[in-house]
T-cell receptor, first 112, second 114 residues
């Protein structure tokens, strides 16, 4: 099993749609989880952290399921500007490799 | 500027040549990371620095790759005897301290080895 695994997509959705991405991770000791966003030919930027109780930031909701070792990101009322690749990031807590392991990303394309 | 600065933004080189990539992190950020991203692929960790020391070099793909950081600030990534498979975008990121996962990325250096 890969350390961090994501469905590469692409997810093609109309404006206003709700879309959800899942990410699975292999290290049960991981403690911290994040979603980063990467626009085409741009650098990644932190979108939001993922907390155990789940958290919301405007139209974005992140959930963590430790038992099943997966993280989800829900985007409601999607906008054209949400089109990007969404990277799931897991902290290999206490481990090496700079601690942060990036998934390959899920590509989202929001159409008019 | 206030962000992470990388130079050059693009580098085209011939196979076998050495290249040096530079990263200037955000002032005050003690942790600095190097990643590379091949077309359509995820980020591959290379090395990170806490201050001037590199506790983890395990991601460097071969002994042709080396990195240093001086004065707790600027870092250079050197690739000797470049190969075509080294072609990728090399991304640098910094954070306030190691373990703080809010990384601020530079815009990267696109390296093309012909």
């Amino acid at each position: 099993r890969k350390e961090v695994e994501q469905d590469p997509g692409p997810f093609n959705v109309p404006e206003g749609a709700t879309v959800a991405f899942n990410c699975t991770y292999s290290n049960s000791a991981s403690q911290s989880f994040f979603w980063y966003r990467q626009d085409c030919r741009k650098e990644p930027k932190l979108l939001m952290s993922v907390y155990s109780s789940g958290n919301e930031d405007g139209r974005f909701t992140a959930q963590l399921n430790r038992a099943s070792q997966y993280i989800s990101l829900l985007i409601r009322d999607s906008k054209l500007s949400d089109s990007a690749t969404y990277l799931c990031v897991v902290n290999r807590d206490g481990g090496s490799q700079g601690n942060l392991i990036f998934g390959k990303g899920t590509k989202l394309s929001v159409k008019p | 500027g206030a962000g992470v600065s990388q130079s050059p933004s693009n580098k085209v080189t011939e196979k076998g040549k050495d290249v040096e990539l530079r990263c200037d992190p955000i002032s005050g950020h003690t942790a600095l990371y190097w990643y590379r991203q091949s077309l359509g692929q995820g980020l591959e960790f290379l090395i990170y620095f806490q201050g001037n020391s590199a506790p983890d070099k395990s991601g460097l793909p071969s002994d042709r790759f080396s990195a240093e950081r001086t004065g707790g600030s600027v870092s250079t990534l050197t690739i000797q005897r470049t190969q075509q498979e080294d072609s990728a975008v090399y991304l640098c990121a910094s954070s306030l301290q190691q373990g703080n996962e809010k990384l601020f990325f530079g815009s990267g250096t696109q390296l093309s080895v012909l």
